[in-house]
């Protein structure tokens, strides 16, 4: 048996302090418009969304608002992204074992 490895089940996180508009903001909607790659964009803002988010949702994306202080260290901050990641790695994770990774 022949391990056959995979690269479309990686999720790649962008986080920032909100989705609402500016020059970060602006690129992680293009990001979202043009990905083309087998990997799946998850875009987390620890604050609230606006512009950004709704562009990145109107094009099919995947957005996640905490809705909590941005401040640094904000350990609310920290648990949610802790469970955002955990349950997205345990989904992933589940998914995978679903599907056949060796082949004969």
Known sequence: MAFRKTMNNINVFNVFTSLDFGGVESRASIINKNNTSTTQQSFVAIGSGG???????????NVTLLMEKSSIPSLKAI???YKVFKK???????LEVQRPIFMA
């Open 51 to 61: 512009k950004a988010a709704e562009a990145i949702i109107n094009n099919n994306g």
């Open 79 to 81: 648990i949610s992204l």
């Open 88 to 94: 997205k790695i345990l989904t992933l994770y589940i």
